[in-house]
């Protein structure tokens, strides 16, 4: 799958949502159910593999499940790589290099770090300059993330568009803002960032219709389809170790 037809995915009339899987049995399911191109959970990858979320996972790791992905499907595949796992952009650059050869044709990348388990922001320079690196070597689509509003910048909007067009001046082809809610601000956003928009699906988003006259491209749900059916299956083997009964797996 090219680069190129996942790029026009994000230049259609209406946004596109990405299924966001964890391994190639989601990822099929994913197909089957009509989704355009996947996008990986690195927050459930990691979670499966038994770590915690913020680039505690190997990238061979994160290559080996990625790559079931990919085989698996007939769609575009994209891949949250976090910070890319390394401060240095020609590190990174190596990783996505990597990612490309398994069949990859689009990154998350991020200008948020976790650190003692609290989420912060990283100057853009950081982020810009890790695109311009990848860009040297390769044209995934490079779908930068601005953490303004997951940190909670007491201006959010104002740092988005600031920080996007830093990112979109480095090569990056499209934005991603989680947690932009409000009509306004995904309006004024559009406005003043030629690059299509991500939004990230939370309960208090605009609904699809709006969303679509807003022109937002993009729409994505990460961890949290992964982290409903965890809560069910935790749930199922409480109700097992406590009644000694199976009934309800059957239900």
């Known amino acids: 799958m090219s680069v190129e037809k996942f790029k026009?995915?994000?230049?259609?009339?209406?946004?596109?949502?990405?299924?966001?899987v964890w391994d190639a049995h989601t990822a099929k399911a994913a197909e089957e159910l009509g989704f355009q191109g996947l996008g990986s959970s690195s927050h459930a990858i990691a979670n499966i593999?038994?770590?915690?979320d913020g680039q505690n996972i190997s990238v061979d790791e994160i290559l080996f499940v990625v790559?079931?992905?990919?085989?698996?499907v007939n769609i575009?595949?994209?891949?949250?790589?976090?910070?890319?796992?390394?401060?240095?952009?020609?590190?990174?650059?190596?990783?996505?290099?990597q990612l490309v050869e398994v069949g990859v044709v689009g990154i998350n990348l991020e200008d948020g770090v976790v650190k003692d388990g609290?989420?912060?922001?990283?100057?853009?320079?950081?982020?810009?300059?890790?695109?311009?690196?990848?860009?040297?070597?390769?044209?995934?689509?490079?779908?930068?993330?601005?953490?303004?509003?997951?940190?909670?910048?007491?201006d959010a909007l104002?740092?988005?568009?600031?920080?996007?067009q830093i990112y979109a001046d480095a090569g990056a082809d499209g934005i991603f803002i989680p947690v932009i809610e409000k009509k306004e601000d995904i309006k004024q956003f559009v406005?003043?960032?030629?690059?299509?928009?991500?939004?990230?699906?939370?309960?208090?988003?605009?609904?699809y219709k709006t969303l679509t006259e807003l022109g937002v491209k993009r729409i994505s749900h990460g961890a949290k389809l992964y982290e409903k059916i965890f809560k069910t299956t935790k749930e199922l083997l409480g109700d097992i170790q406590k009644e000694q009964a199976f009934g309800k797996l059957y239900q």
């Open 191 to 207: 406005q003043e960032i030629q690059l299509p928009l991500n939004v990230f699906a939370t309960p208090n988003i605009p609904d």
């Open 67 to 72: 790559e079931r992905i990919v085989k698996a």
């Open 8 to 20: 026009a995915l994000h230049e259609q009339d209406k946004p596109f949502v990405l299924g966001n």
């Open 49 to 52: 593999l038994g770590y915690e």
């Open 118 to 154: 609290k989420r912060g922001m990283e100057d853009p320079q950081v982020l810009a300059h890790k695109i311009k690196a990848i860009k040297a070597v390769t044209n995934i689509f490079i779908n930068a993330r601005a953490d303004t509003y997951t940190t909670k910048h007491p």
């Open 158 to 164: 104002a740092e988005s568009i600031r920080r996007a």
């Open 76 to 97: 575009p595949v994209s891949v949250d790589f976090e910070a890319g796992y390394s401060s240095d952009p020609e590190e990174v650059a190596a990783h996505v290099k």
